[in-house]
């Protein structure tokens, strides 16, 4: 409860600071999660290990890492995808849900992060809500923006929004498109 009352300082700061749409104006790469790890509050001392599909709710984190190339991106974005008829997804609790996306203060490692030993989030990067029917809406934050990784891991920490029981399960594909993507961009139009 207290990092979630954190958090909610972090976004009342960062919401007023960026509040903008963003067009980008050509997608020069997409890329997909090499590391899904969860962690659990149900067995908090306990590594999982990786996994091929997400998982957010109260007891369940999951940490994302990107292998990002050597690129010549301007502006880089985390996108959510729901492929509503072709790929496997599960959600429950409260409608909509919601969960947040912020990068963390190290590395992440499928061997030894549990719920109690994992690298801490630092930014908050934005709030996804995903309705009953599939939609994905960036709602506050940069709407997924964030610096361009070049050549090195990109790590992020997806979690509940708020304190509300609910969660969202998917498979990761990349096609069709279905989970949390990295999109490199050449330019972009604020």
């Not at 980008?24 to 999660?33: A, N, R, V």
């Not at 010549?72 to 008829?85: P, V």
Request: aromatic share 12%; charged share 15%; hydrophobic share 40%.
């Amino acid at each position: 409860m207290l990092f979630l009352a954190a958090l909610s300082g972090i976004q009342a700061a960062t919401a007023g600071l960026v509040n903008r749409q963003v067009s980008p104006t050509e997608l020069i790469d997409t890329q997909f999660p090499h590391l899904i790890i969860p962690v659990s509050s149900l067995e908090p001392n306990k590594a999982l290990g990786t996994s091929f599909q997400g998982d957010i709710e109260q007891s369940i984190y999951t940490e994302i890492l990107f292998d990002i190339p050597s690129n010549t991106a301007q502006w880089c974005r985390l996108n959510f995808h729901i492929a509503l008829d072709s790929a496997p997804w599960e959600f429950w609790g409260d409608v909509p849900f919601r969960f947040n996306i912020s990068t963390v203060d190290g590395t992440f490692n499928k061997s030894t992060d549990t719920w109690y030993n994992r690298p801490s989030p630092v930014e908050w990067i934005a709030t996804v809500e995903v309705t009953h029917d599939g939609k994905v809406n960036f709602l506050f934050g940069s709407y997924g923006l964030v610096s361009c990784t070049k050549g090195q891991p990109a790590n992020f920490l997806l979690y509940p929004a708020t304190a509300a029981p609910g969660g969202l399960r998917w498979f990761e594909l990349t096609s069709p498109l279905h989970g949390i993507t990295y999109e490199l961009h050449s330019e972009a139009k604020v």
